[in-house]
C-alpha cells in the first residue's frame, strides 16, 4: 500500500479511507497476506485524486461512478457550488478593497466605509447591532439613511448629558423632519422593528438595551421626544407659526 501510495502522490491513510467509504475497492489478497495492487488499482486511485483535487467529496466519487448520466450531474452540482464560492469571494474582494480605499478600522461595518467619517463610535456600534435585527435591504436603508442626514447629527452628537430641558427640545425639533422624511422614505421606520423569531427578539432587545450604553440620557430624550414628533403631520411650532 505504502509503495502505491507513493507512487499516486497520496498517502496510506488517503487509501485506507477511500476503502472504507467506497471508493476504491480492495484488492485481493496474496498467499503471505499482502494486498496485491495491480494497474487497475493505480489507475482509479489516480481518477480518485483528481476527483478529490477538483473539489468532490468521497460521497459524490461514489455516486458518479453509477453512471455517465450521474457523473455529469455531479460535475455540473460542482460547478455551481463553484461559481457561488467564487461569486461570494469577489464580494469578498470588493469590500476588502473598500476597506482599504477609506482605511476604516474594525468598528466600521462593511458597506458603510464611505460615511465612516460621518459616524460617532456610538453610531458604529449602532450599525453593528442592527446587522441582527435588519435584513440586507434594511441596512441599505440605514446607510442611505445616515448618509443623507449627517448635517442633522452635529447638535445631536454635541448634546451633553447636563442639557437642559429646552436645549433637549430645540434638538428634537431639528431631528423631527428628519425623521418625518425618513418616515415617508421608509414607511417600515414608522413602527419599531416586530419580532418574528426568538432569535428576533432577543436581537430588538439587545439593539434598545444598548442605547443608554452608548448614548447619554439628553441624546435618547431627544430620540424619543422627535419619534413622536415626526409621527405628526405638522409639527406644533409649524403649526402655531
Do not use: C, W
Not at 498517502?11 to 477511500?18: D, G, N
Not at 496474496?30 to 480518485?48: D, S
Not at 441599505?140 to 427640545?169: C, G, P
Not at 432587545?205 to 405628526?232: C, F, G, M, R, T
Amino acid at each position: 500500500m505504502r509503495q502505491l501510495a507513493d507512487l499516486a502522490g497520496t498517502t496510506v491513510k488517503a487509501i485506507r479511507h477511500y476503502h472504507a467509504t467506497d471508493v476504491f475497492e480492495e484488492p485481493a489478497r496474496a498467499a503471505n497476506g499482502y494486498k496485491q495492487y495491480g494497474t487497475a488499482h493505480l489507475v482509479r486511485l489516480l481518477q480518485i485524486k483528481q476527483l478529490r483535487e477538483l473539489g468532490m467529496s468521497t460521497a459524490e466519487i461514489r455516486s458518479a461512478g453509477d453512471s455517465e448520466d450521474m457523473f455529469f450531474d455531479t460535475v455540473r452540482a460542482l460547478d455551481a457550488r463553484l461559481a457561488a464560492s467564487i461569486e461570494r469571494e469577489q464580494k469578498i474582494r470588493a469590500d476588502l478593497a473598500e476597506l482599504l480605499a477609506h482605511r476604516t478600522g474594525p468598528d466600521v461595518l462593511v458597506g458603510f466605509e464611505d460615511i465612516a467619517d460621518g459616524l460617532t463610535g456610538a453610531d458604529r456600534a449602532v450599525i453593528a447591532i442592527s446587522t441582527l435585527v435588519y435584513d440586507e435591504q434594511g441596512m441599505q436603508h440605514l446607510h442611505e439613511m445616515a448618509e443623507h442626514h449627517q448635517d442633522t447629527d452635529i447638535a445631536f452628537n454635541e448634546l451633553t448629558a447636563d442639557a437642559s430641558a429646552e436645549a433637549i427640545h430645540a434638538v428634537a425639533l431639528q431631528l423631527a423632519p428628519v425623521l418625518r422624511r425618513i418616515h415617508e422614505s421608509y414607511p417600515d421606520t414608522r413602527t419599531p422593528p416586530q419580532p418574528t423569531t426568538a432569535r428576533k427578539r432577543e436581537a430588538i432587545h439587545a439593539l434598545y438595551q444598548s442605547l443608554p450604553d452608548l448614548y447619554n440620557s439628553a441624546q435618547i430624550a431627544v430620540l424619543a421626544q422627535a419619534y413622536h414628533l415626526a409621527q405628526d403631520s405638522v409639527p406644533s411650532d409649524e403649526a402655531d407659526a
